[in-house]
């Protein structure tokens, strides 16, 4: 396969240990004990993204969503070196702990601060699929805005609605096994896709993007190397463009 592989989604923070192969990479740092490690690494290689999303973190206890706002001068400081904010958004599996229409209010206050820094937003979702629309909807207002929907697992009209508003989609293998995925291919343009491993560990990496980067060119049909290529120009102009 070509050497001219990108990962849209992950969070590794180690940066030597990754392939040479891998020719970009996104990495998320999702909570305040991430970020410093991200600011702090340096690789042409590399875009950094910041989120709140206290959901996400193993053991998270409702408690840390209240700390948000002490955090928010922190927060945004971040934004002067980073090519992206996320991830965010909403995550139905944990609404006992994290209400949807809080998580809904920090993904806004994400979206805002996208528009302020003039960045792209990473975005996940499970569940809450046409609350996710609405906000996104409102966002971008009349015209396009630039977001990528990570491990993108929606209906082909909700595929179809988000490319209208300007939308991105990143896939791993998983995504790719599932029938609803398969479905909604044919939705989303081909300068629209890009892969991804949503690893934090290196050593695994290169491993998942090209299994990504295989079962995307068979989804679509294009060869492995056609798909490296599609893949990586399609992340260079999410981030770059
Ligand atoms: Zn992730």
């Known amino acids: 396969m070509s050497a001219y592989l990108t990962d849209a989604h992950c969070h ?12 970009g990479l996104c990495s998320s740092a999702c909570f ?31 408690g840390d969503i209240t700390e948000w706002e002490s955090l928010m001068p ?7 070196d980073a090519d992206a ?14 209400p949807v229409e809080i998580q809904a209010d920090i993904f806004s ?14 975005i996940h979702c499970v569940g809450a ?33 988000f490319v ?15 029938r609803r995925v398969l479905v909604a291919m044919p939705s989303i343009p081909k300068n629209r896709i890009l892969s991804e491993s949503d690893s934090a560990e290196a050593s695994e990496q290169l491993a998942m993007v090209e299994s990504a980067v ?11 190397d056609e798909a490296a290529a599609l893949t990586s120009d399609n992340f260079n102009e999410l981030f770059c463009g």
């Open 12 to 23: 590794i923070s180690d940066l030597a240990k990754i392939s040479d192969k891998i020719a």
């Open 32 to 62: 305040p004990e991430e970020w410093e490690a991200l600011s702090k690494a340096d690789s042409r290689k590399l875009k950094k993204t910041y989120g709140f999303f206290p959901a996400l973190k193993i053991g998270a206890q409702p």
């Open 74 to 80: 922190d927060f945004a400081r971040l934004f002067n």
């Open 85 to 98: 904010i996320g991830e965010t958004g909403i995550d139905e599996r944990f609404s006992k702990n994290f």
């Open 109 to 122: 206050k994400h979206l805002s601060l996208a528009d302020d820094f003039k960045l792209p937003v990473i």
């Open 129 to 161: 699929w046409g609350l996710l629309l609405d906000i996104i909807r409102k966002w971008t207002g009349k015209g396009e805005k630039k977001f990528l929907i990570h491990a993108a697992k929606c209906s082909a009209e909700l595929c179809s609605e």
């Open 164 to 178: 209208k508003l300007g939308g991105f989609f990143s896939f791993g293998a998983r995504e790719l096994n599932l």
């Open 214 to 224: 295989g079962r995307i060119a068979e989804t679509i049909g294009i060869s492995a």
